[in-house]
């Protein structure tokens, strides 16, 4: 949540930017889709080097493949590519900029409730990133 946070308080600085080279916003999603193919790959390859990124490592938690194994970079990219936050924030932004694709921003709330959800009642408690990349969120120790 808090990459959410960091990439939508810097929206109005890239506006800024960017419509001032270009003095109109048409291809900012580009921008965007930038932003979370960046944050995709950083915890894709945090996931699979380390099995955790930061916050994960802090709170004492670790992903594995349902196998019990480490992440492949499949596994990984895939977990990763459906973050809700991401998902989240590019659906709106393209929902925002190409109105006919208003349907993706839907789209992306609708993962963001069905991931809500699933960690809060679901038996294995995984996300819709977990569940395509078949992998689980495990309690280890705190470091």
């Known amino acids: 949540m ?6 939508l308080a810097s929206t109005p600085v890239v506006q800024t930017v960017y419509g001032y080279y270009t003095q109109d916003f048409r291809s900012l999603p580009l921008v965007f889709f ?4 960046v944050l995709v790959v950083y915890y894709a390859q945090q996931e699979k080097m380390w099995g955790k990124t930061v916050g994960k490592r802090l709170l ?13 970079w499949r596994q990984a990219f895939l977990r990763n590519a459906l973050q809700y936050e991401i998902v989240l924030y590019l659906g ?4 925002i900029y190409f ?19 699933a960690c809060a009642f679901a038996v294995n408690r995984q996300r819709l990133g977990d569940v395509v990349a078949g992998t689980l969120v495990v309690r280890t120790e705190p470091v």
């Open 2 to 7: 808090a990459i959410f946070v960091l990439v």
């Open 34 to 37: 930038g932003w979370a193919l």
């Open 60 to 72: 004492g938690l670790k992903v594995i493949s349902r196998e019990g194994n480490s992440l492949s």
């Open 92 to 95: 709106l932004m393209l929902g």
């Open 99 to 117: 109105s006919p694709l208003f349907l993706v921003a839907v789209a992306s709330m609708a993962v963001f409730f069905y991931d809500v959800y």
